[in-house]
């Protein structure tokens, strides 16, 4: 088996409200909207994130876990600077997402380069949270490790 | 905020059980293996998933959801035939998937060319899944669609 995710599908309350965060709040293009049941978008080369009404994702997939707690998952969105963490948990913010957490420096990071002393430099990474109107948890992250960090930014 | 996942990051309860998994059953090789922690691999282009170990996860996006039912998430992996459809869901079963849901026609699907007298000819899809050992469902996906099933074939 391929190591390839193709699409990402997450169970949803209400398309509308998904649709004004997702549409009117970030910005995005959706790939396909059916209202009340799906709506897709594009989030890489081969990749589609689908939101799928919950009636619907249970009929196919199963009864949902419930209770209190965050679902298992976190999808990241990887930034090339700190300060670009920054603005997207402000846009966050103002398409109305119901828990912002402001981005910390973290304990991860890399090397990158040299100190003047000749020893590699380590920086640390810098990321935050939103969560999306069902709390799906996004991390909005600054990596500068040159192998895990570089992989997953566009060229 | 552009549109792009960068990570999907899974909890898992036991880093050996998915290593065993992922690793020895379905053939995949990790970008990053750190025992009891975290185990990730590439995905795609700039896509790498991540699973780790619920312990962590928790420390950093909060007590996870309990209880009965599935997680509110799929993944899909799409493939070219349903043939290539049965034989991952073989791949899975022999790599000790707890729970495996044969492929079947499913009720989307695309319109491909045209039949002989002029009008569209409609393809189903076909799907089926498998679970990993944490219970977290792969979709394993034929999609005709010329837009949606052809955007997330590798090239």
Redesign the interface.
């Known amino acids: 088996?391929?190591?390839?995710?193709?699409?990402?599908?997450?169970?949803v309350a209400d398309i509308d409200v998904t649709r004004r965060f997702y549409v009117d709040g970030?910005?995005?293009?959706p790939?396909?909207d059916v209202p009340g049941e799906v709506i897709?978008?594009?989030?890489?080369?081969?990749?589609?994130?689908s939101l799928w009404e919950?009636s619907h994702?249970e009929a196919e997939?199963?009864?949902?876990?419930?209770?209190?707690?965050?679902?298992?998952?976190?999808?990241?969105?990887?930034l090339a600077t700190p300060e670009a963490v920054d603005a997207?948990l402000s846009?966050?913010r103002a398409a109305g997402s119901p828990h912002v957490e402001e981005a910390v420096r973290r304990d991860w990071g890399g090397y990158t380069g040299l100190l003047e002393d000749g020893t590699p430099r380590f920086v640390h990474g810098y990321s935050g949270?939103f969560s999306d109107p069902?709390g799906y948890?996004w991390?909005i992250?600054y990596n500068p490790d040159p192998?895990?960090g570089a992989?997953?930014?566009?060229d």
Chains 1, 2 share one sequence.
Do not use: C
């Open positions: 088996m391929d190591q390839r995710i193709s699409f990402v599908t997450l169970a970030l910005g995005w293009t790939e396909l897709m978008f594009r989030a890489g080369e081969h990749l589609v994130l919950r994702f997939v199963g009864a949902l876990m419930t209770g209190h707690g965050v679902a298992p998952i976190t999808i990241a969105h990887n997207v846009t966050a949270y069902d948890r991390e992250a192998k895990l992989i997953v930014l566009p």
